[in-house]
């Protein structure tokens, strides 16, 4: 028995034949994982708006990482992601995180992984992406 499970690798939105073991399989260890994530980015987006935290460009990158919520995500030293699929930030070149960001906020990276982070970047000015970006690459 075949049975099409809409599943978006790479945010293509393919539909991708599955048996019944592996349609729950994916269920349970990777859509529901990544259906909480998205839960938790939109979550924390509404929660720094409606405490209404805002970017201050001038602040430096650690507190921008901490006020923006990066560390939820990528670890408090950005070096320790929650989930293994989530990339290790401290020491990363500048312009590659800078340019990841922005790709990511404007859309044009939108794949499983970016799915999470799409939130976040709404409230994130490119000024605030070049200054975690700085620190991040400092680390």
Known sequence: MVIYCPVEPMGRGELIPVN???SLK???EVLL??????ALALSLSVAALSLGVVGNAAADGAALFKAKTCFSCHGQDAKTP???VYP???GQNADYA???MMDIKSGKRNNGQTAAMKGIMAT???A????IANWLSSL
Do not use: G, Y
């Open 20 to 22: 019944r073991q592996i």
């Open 26 to 28: 994916l269920k349970h």
């Open 33 to 38: 994982p990544m259906m909480k994530m998205k």
């Open 82 to 84: 929650i989930m293994p």
């Open 88 to 90: 290790k930030l401290a």
């Open 98 to 100: 800078f340019n990841q």
């Open 124 to 126: 994130v000015s490119e």
């Open 128 to 131: 605030e992406a070049r200054e």
